[in-house]
């Protein structure tokens, strides 16, 4: 087959995701194994044992390519259950001359060839990530996957930007220059001897049925390729899941009825019953921000991969096992007890539980700062930071004005939570009696139009290095407790720092993210 009919073949031939896919067969429990065939023996040590290489004869045609990844996505994994293998196939157009081609991948890789491969002499194979990588196509005996801790270098950069250093590596190990270098990010395929680098065919996800299907021709532009584990020349265990990796293996586990996109009234309940533990008085409807892209319906194995911009969010309907695997940077939760177990399911709302659960029960020790009367109202105004605050890297941070008008009749008590430093600008009407102020947060704040008379405490972070010591039992009352505008667990938390400062708790919350002035009536 000549090299223009071959590449031909393969655009034509496209991803194969729905054909891989839509064969599925029955779930197994376990990961199995796949023996890969072993590397020969090599024969090349000409830096010593560790360093796995040797001349490249100057009959061959010598070509260098590399990639970031492959752009198809494949059903196995290289020597760890917790990613993925991408594959990018290698098209060798016939002729007389042998090849001997170099290639290395920065991520678990699997170089596939097609064509004429018994020209191929030597596929030098450079073990990339932990030596995740594996070659198709090819026996064992054409393929060296060498060991290079020993070499002059574990990597050889082939773009243009540094051809001098490229040639001298070439040139060290190999003896020779290569008649052809190229690199790419993300490859479908490479043609051999001519090093065409090639992108998968497009309409790939204009032919998707549905959005997860879409989404995997997105990030896979090849498509979804399953591979005999056993036909792979590797030193890395091959894995084969049952459930494939990444967007592949949702895709899999709804045509399998194991998963469906959750449903607005299942994200609410949940939501619902998430939420309740944390609501008060302060935030009688506070609720947690956390959604869902599935629930799962039975049990299964999660698809290896979920990371970054592709992670999902699971919930678990009642009744339903825990599910196995990991559901990587996304969320898993359950609808029975209304629980997560991954730090992404609670958002912004994480710390503030966090600090909640170091800090005692206020009524547990003796921390008191101050006693007001039994008829003065505390009334607290939370913020992440004034309004038009300026930031800067310095270590001091400049307070920004925050006016504070409080027409609330009677003794009021003050509580002003910030973690931008601030200026408060404190004017009472008649008939108000400002019976203290306690500034809380990060940086240290000022409070003016106050009294002199009247007590300021200062319990921010910041400040505790110029207020005289406080007994162990009540330094978490004194420490960085965020900031409550939002409500929920850090509402409590500020509540309960200051029944423990106070002897009393907040009658009121208000504030938002920043302000530049609010009324207390």
């Not at 990018?88 to 991948?105: C, E, N, W």
């Not at 008649?179 to 001897?193: C, E, K």
């Not at 979920?306 to 309907?317: E, I, P, T």
């Not at 330094?475 to 960085?480: D, G, I, S, T, W």
């Amino acid at each position: 087959m000549n090299r223009n009919v071959l590449i031909a073949a393969l655009v034509a031939a496209g991803p194969l995701l729905l054909v891989g896919i839509a064969i599925l067969g029955p779930m197994s429990s376990v990961i199995p194994t796949g023996r890969a065939v072993p590397p020969s023996p090599s024969p090349f040590a000409a830096f010593g044992s560790n360093c796995e290489i040797a001349p490249v004869s100057k009959e061959h045609v010598f070509v260098a390519a590399s990639a970031y990844q492959g752009d198809t996505l494949t059903n196995v994994q290289l020597g760890d259950e917790d990613s993925e293998t991408t594959m990018v196939r290698i098209a060798v157009a016939s002729g007389s001359k042998p090849i001997t081609v170099l290639l290395q991948a920065s991520r678990p890789m699997i170089w596939n060839f097609e064509g004429a491969v018994e020209r191929v002499a030597r596929a030098i194979i450079f073990p990339g990530n932990r030596n995740r990588v594996a070659v198709a196509g090819l026996p064992a005996a054409q393929v060296d996957l060498v060991k290079l801790e020993g070499c002059p270098a574990q990597a050889i950069t082939l773009n243009k930007d540094n051809e001098k250093r490229r040639d001298e590596l070439l040139t060290a190990m190999f003896g020779r220059l290569a008649d052809r270098a190229a690199t790419g990010h993300s490859l479908n395929s490479i043609a051999l001897p001519e090093l065409q680098m090639a992108s998968a065919p497009k309409g790939g996800a204009e032919r998707a049925v549905g959005s997860t299907e879409r989404e995997l021709y997105t990030y896979f532009p090849g498509g979804f390729r399953t591979v005999d584990a056993k036909s792979l020349v590797s030193r890395a265990e091959v894995l084969t899941p049952e459930t494939y990796p990444d967007i592949a293996g949702l895709i899999q586990l709804e045509r399998a009825g194991a998963i469906r996109p959750a449903e607005r009234h299942e994200i609410d309940r949940f939501v619902e019953g998430f939420s309740n533990p944390f609501r008060s008085r302060l935030s009688p409807n506070y609720q947690m921000r956390v959604g869902f892209s599935y629930v799962i319906l039975r049990d299964l194995m999660l698809p290896a991969g979920l990371n970054g911009a592709h992670s999902k969010n699971f919930l678990v309907l009642s009744g339903v096992p825990a599910p196995r695997g990991r559901v990587g940077h996304g969320c898993l939760a359950y609808m029975d007890g209304f629980k997560a177990e991954d730090r992404s399911c609670y958002g912004d709302a994480w710390d503030g539980i966090e600090r909640l659960k170091k800090l005692p029960d206020a009524n547990s020790v003796q921390c008191r700062l101050l006693t007001p009367a039994a008829d003065v109202s505390v009334e607290a105004v939370s913020m992440y930071e004034p309004k038009g605050a300026k930031h800067s890297f310095a270590s001091t941070r400049e307070p920004s004005p925050v006016d504070v008008k409080v027409s609330k009749p009677g003794a009021v008590l003050l509580v002003l939570n910030t973690y931008e430093p601030a200026i408060w600008r404190v004017v009472a009407n008649e008939g108000t009696q400002i019976a203290g102020v306690i500034l809380t947060g990060y940086y240290a704040s000022k409070v003016e139009g106050v009294s002199p008379a009247t007590p300021v405490i200062q319990a921010d972070f910041a400040s505790r290095q110029n207020r005289p010591p406080v007994d162990a039992a009540c330094a978490p009352f004194h420490e960085y407790l965020g900031t409550s505008f939002r409500g929920g667990p850090a509402a409590l938390a500020i509540d309960r720092q200051v029944s423990a400062l106070t002897g009393k708790s907040v009658d009121r919350l208000r504030g938002d993210y920043s302000l530049g002035s609010v009324e207390i009536q």
